[in-house]
């Protein structure tokens, strides 16, 4: 088995947030997302690794988020996670075991169960816990799903290399 | 005494909360609930057991999370939660001493002394706290509802058979 | 002196709330509370003892909530507390010994000098926590104020008493 | 090297916040500031010592921020802060080495690199830690500003008198 996955797939509520969801009086909703997530996205990026999201919501706050991040895949209102992916590794010609996943909760469990990388956040139930071979110190949203991208990195010794090339990136920015 | 519960009953603020309320220029408010807690709500659900919101405040918030939920009894504006309950038992053909009841604060303690499974969060105070005879891990906001949920389904050795009907659910899901 | 204060006064940011000042996009504004620190106000009500927020803001936020818990004496927008208070004071006939205040930050220091039951939430300053004679465990937003108007009333044995008079209330609402 | 900075820099997400990014489902964008930071600026500008932000969002939220506490200069929607630092310094009349910044993120290690008085909030990942000379107790959100502000007052002495400074405005208010 390659260690470094060839796909990577997150779940939001829980993963992304602390699973809060705030609502208000008139029909609206939020989410609060971290921004340190956000760098787990771009380490990818720098890895050509594509990376998409899986989530049973199906609301306009993560379209914005994923637009924000330019995720490439992402799929809402889904509740057969697994069929999604497997079409997704089917596409991207890879397999669920060259897939890493990170997922917190019960519908979650069946890709979990499935892909060579599963990953849960520090805050899940044992019961969902139970499938991750990763131990992540990171609740969702204090930044886990980017904890989840450095740990594998850092197995790959891959960590000095993205840095390295967003201080390349930055240094671009500064020269133009 | 039967050791499950017949009907389960839920306060809102402080419980589904960690009795946050947001409030903004304009009148609206919101409150922030937890995905976790769907859970509860779903177990509840595969085991046939009626569940009601019972809650002092009168918010446009807590109906559209109870209609996202399907709950099925919902009774907000209620100061008297204690005759509520028992109005909804002899509709049910219960009795208080098979209902479970989770509630945070002085407007529960009423019901907490009379039902036959009280519980209150970890972070009640000890003049409420010591009418719940479980204590659980959770603070309000943070799955309370769902460990307590949890938890007596565990006693009555009833967790392994909703999480297989979950997993029934969504291998059905996957044949569709 | 009188170990029972005859006026309460609190300050808002960082007393009921955690300090947080939540902006959008459009220029509203939002403050989250906690309904715990109601119940801090119930008491004091069925005590009769006058109670007043002193805050430096002046938002909609803080008039609405003053209005949703029926406190009697908002002043906002002000920079002087320690003024405010003592006219206050000379209206209702007690003195700034016999006045209990709970402040976190600069602004407060002058009036928690001045009064004789002064207090400071958990997480204030160094600086401004030793002009406080009591020692709370809350920080602000996590119900401090509540906390604050308990450990007075403990001190003064009378928490039996406000409970049983807010059981009385129950009672009545159930008789009606 | 003089041990008083001459200019302060700071970061915005992650450090004034603690990372969090509220979406709803218009497009509309929400930051949760904490009001404890305001002193921190208070403090600079007792001292007449210059105060700037730099972040690279561009929103609203923090303009209207910048406009509430006053801040004299604002830099958003900036990639490569070092640039933008070094002119400011420049223009300023002073030198990097001279300067104070605080940032939590990798868009701000080429900074921290620079100055002569770099922190980070205690919340951020080892890697851009590594390049702060002070270790802050608190996080982003939390008041971290403040507190770096705060250290290095208390490193040259001059608590006592930017909080003596506070007295005597709050006195001459008092006296109007």
Known sequence: ?????????????????????????????WKKFNTSDSAGVLFLRYLDIPFAIITSEKTEIVRRRAKKLKVEYLYDGISDKLSVAEQLCSELGVTLNETAFIG????????LRKVGFPAVPA??????????????????????????????????NLMEDVLNKHFDYLEEQKNR
Chains 1, 2, 3, 4 share one sequence.
């Open 104 to 111: 917190d909760d019960l519908n979650d469990i069946p890709l």
């Open 123 to 156: 805050n899940a139930p044992d019961y969902v816990k139970k499938y991750s071979s990763l131990k992540l110190t990171k609740k969702g949203g204090e930044g886990a799903f980017r904890e989840f991208v450095e740990v594998i990195l850092n197995q790959n």
């Open 1 to 29: 088995m390659n260690k470094l996955p060839k796909l990577f797939i997150t779940d939001i509520d829980g993963v992304w947030t602390d699973g809060g969801m705030y609502y208000d009086q008139t029909g609206n909703e």
